[in-house]
């Protein structure tokens, strides 16, 4: 279906139009983002949300089992017999009275949409979906990504689960957790360590793919973003169509924040939705260039005219000042977010508003978490952290409906948390120096004991 699909430059004064099936990764005239956009008039999307549900009673029909295929009407880019799915998107919208409490909502407002689900771990299995389905129409046979873990921990399980592509995977020295690394090597991913961080992986990959005409399975990736646009709906199908006043997201490269302000533009212009939740999007303060941009440089998408050279200029000073992201919450230690534009469109289109939260608050809201029963790793935590600080300035109410998107599995990061509960809080704050973690007041110690069952009894009632 090429002519009811086909990929759009964002930015309204270029426009241009490219057909499906090639393979791009910028606009070849002006160098802006592209969408996956849909002749919608020539589709048929269905008239109401619930029409979804029907697809429970078939879901023995893979694309129907699916998180995301299930919404297939509405990411409307793939004939069938090309969609490619290893079953992402079992995911959950949790309801947490607890942690509302904690963080000053009433009961019945504050849900956790735990993404930590999905067969690789992360909510990165959303987007791949999408992206290896794009791949597959375009026969492409090599992909590469550069990843703070989780994407190529996503990439090389998709490749490994599916046979249709290598996985070649971009990650910065020393810059992965352990569990993603674990992963991507398991998988059989060839692993590129690159002397370097994110930024400088991010790069290197667009100039090889470039080169080699390997297909980049990055968020500039438009079809990875389609495929993000699913947690929202199953966000939606967990409230039973009712939006939410509020949807919490960590903000790395912003892939997600992009997609989900694309996926409530098109379902209110569908007329599936009414109203719009707001989006804010959390930075830990240790990588906060949205944060800085938007609330200190006065950045907006201004109807798709972004002003380069805010951004530019800010860029500049960063390099001239040797400023280089930093924090505990690896997945989003990212410096140039490639999807910027693409977050404003959303920030504008939901109302959105974006902050930063300390290294320290995010690791107490990972604790917070578990204590719930799901684990998430760090940056995961920033929505919570988040959530809280909105709450505290009153930008959320106390009953407003809040969505804080856990992003990836606690298993991902153990060291992070092992060190959070079991370390003496100066040894902590040596250890995490560099991130200003100076205590953990949700630490939950191993306590030790001799190897005779008196002493373990005493510390099981002493402990
Ligand atoms: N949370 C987790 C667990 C992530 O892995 C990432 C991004 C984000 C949040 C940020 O999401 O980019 O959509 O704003 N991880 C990427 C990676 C960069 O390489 O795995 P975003």
């Given at each position: 279906m090429p002519d009811r699909a086909f990929q759009q430059c964002i930015n309204p004064k270029c426009a241009a139009t490219y057909d499906l099936c090639q393979v791009l990764s910028e606009c070849p005239r002006c160098g802006n983002l592209l969408d996956a956009q849909y002749d919608w008039d020539r589709l048929e999307a269905p008239d109401s949300l619930d029409w979804f549900e029907r697809r429970w009673a078939t879901?023995?029909?893979p694309l129907d089992f699916s998180g995301v295929w299930r919404f297939r009407e509405l990411i409307p880019f793939a004939p069938e017999d090309q969609i490619l799915t290893i079953g992402e998107g079992q995911t959950q919208l949790k309801r947490s009275d607890a942690l509302a409490a904690e963080i000053g909502l009433r009961p019945g407002s504050l849900f956790l949409q735990y993404e930590g689900l999905n067969l690789s771990g992360s909510f990165k299995d959303n987007g791949m979906t999408g992206a290896f389905t794009h791949a597959r129409m375009a026969g492409a046979t090599r992909a590469a990504c550069a990843s703070t873990g989780n994407t190529s921990a996503s990439l090389a399980c998709f490749?490994?689960?599916s046979g249709l592509l290598e996985a070649i995977i971009f990650v910065g020295s020393g810059k992965i957790a352990y569990g993603k690394l674990s992963q991507a090597l398991d998988y059989g991913g060839k692993t590129i360590q690159i002397d370097g961080d994110f930024d400088d992986a991010m790069a290197r990959v667009q100039e090889a793919c470039k080169e080699t005409g390997m297909y980049l399975m990055n968020s500039l990736n438009p079809f990875r973003l389609e495929g993000q646009k699913a947690i929202m709906f199953r966000v939606l199908e967990g409230l039973a169509w009712d939006p939410p006043d509020w949807i919490v997201v960590p903000g790395g490269n912003l892939g997600n924040s992009s997609a989900f302000g694309k996926a409530f533009i098109e379902l209110h212009r569908l007329g599936l939705i009414q109203k719009v939740p707001r989006i804010a999007i959390i930075n830990s303060t240790g990588a906060d260039t949205l944060t800085r941009l938007v609330n200190e440089?006065?950045?907006?998408?201004?109807?798709?005219?972004?002003d380069d050279e805010v951004i530019e200029s800010f860029y500049a000073r960063m390099d001239a000042e040797n400023r280089r992201a930093k924090t505990m919450a690896s997945a989003i230690e990212i410096n140039r977010p490639v999807n910027l534009k693409k977050a404003l469109?959303?920030?504008d289109f939901t109302h959105g508003v974006v902050r930063a939260v300390p290294d320290q608050a995010i690791i107490d809201a990972k604790a917070l978490v578990g204590r719930q029963g799901i684990g998430c790793?760090?940056?995961?935590?920033?929505?919570v952290a988040g959530a809280r600080l909105l709450r505290e300035e009153d930008v959320i109410?106390?009953?407003e409906r809040v969505v804080c998107i856990l992003t990836g599995h606690?298993?991902?990061?153990?060291n992070a948390t092992v060190y959070y509960h079991s370390l003496p809080a100066d040894e902590l704050a040596e250890k995490m120096t560099d991130y200003k973690v100076k205590t953990n007041p949700f630490a939950n110690r191993p306590i030790p004991a001799a190897n005779d069952l008196d002493s373990i009894l005493k510390a099981i009632e002493e402990g």
């Open positions: 879901r023995n029909n490749a490994a689960a440089e006065g950045l907006v998408w201004n109807d798709g005219e972004v469109r959303s920030l790793e760090p940056a995961s935590a920033a929505s109410g106390p009953d606690q298993l991902k990061d153990p």
